[in-house]
Protein backbone atom coordinates (compact mmCIF):
# COMPACT_ATOMS: atom_id res chain seq x y z
CA UNK A 1 0.00 0.00 0.00
CA UNK A 2 1.07 3.27 -0.81
CA UNK A 3 -0.13 6.81 0.51
CA UNK A 4 0.67 10.76 0.10
CA UNK A 5 -0.50 13.29 2.08
CA UNK A 6 -0.02 16.98 1.34
CA UNK A 7 -0.61 19.53 2.84
CA UNK A 8 -1.05 21.68 -0.65
CA UNK A 9 -1.64 25.42 0.36
CA UNK A 10 -4.50 25.49 -2.59
CA UNK A 11 -4.93 23.49 -5.02
CA UNK A 12 -6.64 26.14 -7.26
CA UNK A 13 -3.05 27.11 -8.47
CA UNK A 14 -2.06 25.25 -11.72
CA UNK A 15 1.59 24.93 -10.41
CA UNK A 16 -0.56 23.07 -7.21
CA UNK A 17 -2.47 20.88 -9.82
CA UNK A 18 0.58 20.24 -11.74
CA UNK A 19 2.76 18.58 -8.75
CA UNK A 20 -0.62 16.33 -7.85
CA UNK A 21 -0.36 15.19 -11.08
CA UNK A 22 3.39 14.95 -11.15
CA UNK A 23 2.57 12.90 -7.67
CA UNK A 24 0.48 10.48 -8.97
CA UNK A 25 2.12 9.37 -12.03
CA UNK A 26 5.35 8.87 -9.97
CA UNK A 27 4.09 7.50 -6.90
CA UNK A 28 1.37 5.79 -8.11
CA UNK A 29 -0.39 6.18 -4.26
CA UNK A 30 -3.14 3.82 -3.60
CA UNK A 31 -4.84 6.54 -0.90
CA UNK A 32 -4.01 10.63 -1.15
CA UNK A 33 -5.10 13.26 1.43
CA UNK A 34 -4.86 16.48 0.46
CA UNK A 35 -5.64 19.21 3.24
CA UNK A 36 -6.03 22.98 3.01
CA UNK A 37 -6.99 22.83 -0.59
CA UNK A 38 -8.31 26.22 0.13
CA UNK A 39 -10.77 26.59 -2.95
CA UNK A 40 -14.58 25.93 -3.03
CA UNK A 41 -14.60 24.97 -6.66
CA UNK A 42 -15.06 20.92 -5.86
CA UNK A 43 -16.55 20.66 -9.63
CA UNK A 44 -13.11 21.49 -11.30
CA UNK A 45 -11.28 19.68 -8.83
CA UNK A 46 -13.63 16.72 -9.38
CA UNK A 47 -13.14 17.23 -13.19
CA UNK A 48 -9.15 17.18 -12.28
CA UNK A 49 -9.49 13.92 -10.29
CA UNK A 50 -11.75 12.11 -13.01
CA UNK A 51 -8.90 13.23 -15.65
CA UNK A 52 -6.21 11.31 -13.48
CA UNK A 53 -8.48 8.29 -13.17
CA UNK A 54 -9.21 8.65 -9.79
CA UNK A 55 -13.48 8.38 -9.25
CA UNK A 56 -13.70 7.53 -5.48
CA UNK A 57 -13.03 10.90 -3.61
CA UNK A 58 -14.89 13.02 -1.14
CA UNK A 59 -14.33 16.65 0.02
CA UNK A 60 -14.62 17.56 3.46
CA UNK A 61 -16.32 20.95 4.08
CA UNK A 62 -13.99 23.82 5.10
CA UNK A 63 -14.08 24.28 9.45
CA UNK A 64 -11.97 27.58 9.47
CA UNK A 65 -9.65 29.50 7.33
CA UNK A 66 -6.55 28.90 8.89
CA UNK A 67 -5.06 25.51 10.09
CA UNK A 68 -7.08 23.95 12.79
CA UNK A 69 -3.81 22.75 14.77
CA UNK A 70 -1.93 25.91 13.99
CA UNK A 71 -4.57 28.12 15.95
CA UNK A 72 -3.11 27.84 19.79
CA UNK A 73 -6.46 28.68 21.25
CA UNK A 74 -8.42 25.37 18.92
CA UNK A 75 -5.43 22.96 19.38
CA UNK A 76 -7.40 21.76 22.51
CA UNK A 77 -10.38 20.97 20.61
CA UNK A 78 -8.71 19.78 17.91
CA UNK A 79 -6.62 17.18 20.25
CA UNK A 80 -9.98 16.16 21.91
CA UNK A 81 -11.29 15.03 18.38
CA UNK A 82 -8.17 13.42 17.13
CA UNK A 83 -8.67 11.40 20.39
CA UNK A 84 -12.35 10.71 20.18
CA UNK A 85 -11.37 9.56 16.42
CA UNK A 86 -8.09 7.31 17.51
CA UNK A 87 -10.01 5.45 20.60
CA UNK A 88 -13.02 4.70 18.04
CA UNK A 89 -11.03 2.26 16.36
CA UNK A 90 -9.77 -0.99 17.32
CA UNK A 91 -6.40 -2.65 15.45
CA UNK A 92 -3.79 -1.13 13.15
CA UNK A 93 -3.76 2.95 13.09
CA UNK A 94 -2.16 5.30 11.25
CA UNK A 95 -1.84 8.88 10.99
CA UNK A 96 -0.25 11.24 8.42
CA UNK A 97 -0.54 14.94 8.65
CA UNK A 98 0.96 18.45 8.51
CA UNK A 99 0.81 18.55 13.39
CA UNK A 100 2.05 22.13 13.07
CA UNK A 101 4.39 21.52 16.51
CA UNK A 102 7.86 19.97 16.94
CA UNK A 103 9.22 17.15 19.03
CA UNK A 104 12.34 18.98 20.25
CA UNK A 105 14.09 22.00 19.10
CA UNK A 106 16.27 19.99 16.58
CA UNK A 107 13.42 19.72 14.49
CA UNK A 108 13.51 23.87 14.11
CA UNK A 109 15.87 26.15 12.44
CA UNK A 110 15.52 29.86 12.78
CA UNK A 111 17.43 32.32 11.02
CA UNK A 112 18.35 33.90 14.14
CA UNK A 113 18.15 31.28 17.36
CA UNK A 114 16.30 28.45 18.48
CA UNK A 115 13.51 28.54 21.23
CA UNK A 116 14.46 29.01 24.49
CA UNK A 117 12.49 25.52 25.48
CA UNK A 118 10.89 22.30 23.65
CA UNK A 119 7.79 22.34 22.67
CA UNK A 120 6.57 18.66 23.79
CA UNK A 121 3.07 18.90 23.67
CA UNK A 122 3.00 16.34 20.57
CA UNK A 123 4.92 14.11 22.37
CA UNK A 124 2.48 14.07 25.27
CA UNK A 125 -0.02 13.92 23.26
CA UNK A 126 1.59 10.72 20.88
CA UNK A 127 1.98 9.23 24.19
CA UNK A 128 -1.37 9.20 25.57
CA UNK A 129 -2.33 7.80 22.12
CA UNK A 130 0.42 5.24 22.16
CA UNK A 131 1.71 6.09 18.86
CA UNK A 132 5.18 5.41 17.59
CA UNK A 133 6.95 8.17 15.13
CA UNK A 134 7.57 6.19 11.94
CA UNK A 135 10.71 7.95 11.17
CA UNK A 136 11.69 8.90 7.61
CA UNK A 137 14.08 9.39 4.81
CA UNK A 138 14.63 12.78 3.07
CA UNK A 139 14.58 16.64 4.32
CA UNK A 140 14.76 16.73 7.79
CA UNK A 141 12.38 19.79 7.88
CA UNK A 142 9.09 19.58 6.00
CA UNK A 143 8.00 23.47 6.33
CA UNK A 144 9.79 26.18 5.02
CA UNK A 145 8.30 30.11 5.08
CA UNK A 146 10.31 30.52 1.91
CA UNK A 147 11.89 34.04 3.12
CA UNK A 148 15.38 34.98 2.45
CA UNK A 149 18.59 34.97 4.82
CA UNK A 150 18.23 35.39 8.83
CA UNK A 151 14.31 35.52 8.28
CA UNK A 152 14.16 32.15 6.97
CA UNK A 153 12.55 29.32 9.41
CA UNK A 154 12.12 25.48 8.80
CA UNK A 155 10.34 23.34 11.13
CA UNK A 156 9.40 19.71 11.40
CA UNK A 157 5.54 19.80 11.04
CA UNK A 158 4.47 16.94 9.18
CA UNK A 159 4.98 13.63 9.95
CA UNK A 160 3.39 9.99 10.27
CA UNK A 161 3.04 7.99 13.37
CA UNK A 162 1.12 4.44 14.13
CA UNK A 163 0.50 2.74 16.99
CA UNK A 164 1.88 -1.06 17.67
CA UNK A 165 -0.57 -3.24 15.64
CA UNK A 166 0.28 -1.23 12.50
CA UNK A 167 3.84 -1.47 13.14
CA UNK A 168 3.93 -5.40 13.51
CA UNK A 169 1.60 -5.23 10.61
CA UNK A 170 3.53 -3.11 7.83
CA UNK A 171 7.09 -3.61 9.42
CA UNK A 172 8.79 -2.70 6.58
CA UNK A 173 6.80 0.47 6.14
CA UNK A 174 9.45 3.54 5.25
CA UNK A 175 8.06 7.19 5.17
CA UNK A 176 9.64 9.91 2.77
CA UNK A 177 9.52 13.40 2.25
CA UNK A 178 8.91 14.80 -1.29
CA UNK A 179 10.63 17.85 -2.38
CA UNK A 180 8.35 20.82 -1.35
CA UNK A 181 7.30 21.89 -4.55
CA UNK A 182 4.29 24.42 -5.52
CA UNK A 183 3.80 24.56 -1.13
CA UNK A 184 5.54 25.35 2.28
CA UNK A 185 5.19 21.88 3.30
CA UNK A 186 6.61 18.40 1.59
CA UNK A 187 4.49 15.80 0.82
CA UNK A 188 4.25 12.27 2.70
CA UNK A 189 4.81 9.41 0.96
CA UNK A 190 4.51 5.89 2.71
CA UNK A 191 5.14 2.64 1.18
CA UNK A 192 4.77 0.19 3.86
CA UNK A 193 5.87 -2.83 0.97
CA UNK A 194 9.15 -0.90 -0.34
CA UNK A 195 10.43 -3.72 -2.68
CA UNK A 196 7.48 -4.67 -4.05
CA UNK A 197 7.45 -4.20 -8.04
CA UNK A 198 4.63 -1.72 -8.76
CA UNK A 199 1.78 -3.38 -10.10
CA UNK A 200 -1.32 -2.27 -11.32
CA UNK A 201 -3.80 -0.74 -8.39
CA UNK A 202 -7.14 0.44 -7.18
CA UNK A 203 -6.89 3.72 -6.48
CA UNK A 204 -8.81 5.70 -3.55
CA UNK A 205 -8.78 9.40 -2.95
Known amino acids: MRIIAWNCRGLARPAAKRMLQELLSSHKPDIVFMCEVKTAHTDKLSSLLRISNM????????FNKGALPAIPTLKPFFWQCFH???SSFD???LAMEDFNEILSQNEERE????????????????ENCN??????????????NRRPGLANIQSHLDRGVANTDWCLLFPKTI???LPAIASDHCSI???????????PRPFLF
Open 55 to 62: PNFTFAPV
Open 175 to 177: ITY
Open 131 to 144: LIDLGFTGNNFTWN
Open 189 to 199: FLDNHPNTANQ
Open 84 to 86: DIY
Open 111 to 126: GKHFASAFRNTLYDEF
Open 91 to 93: GPW
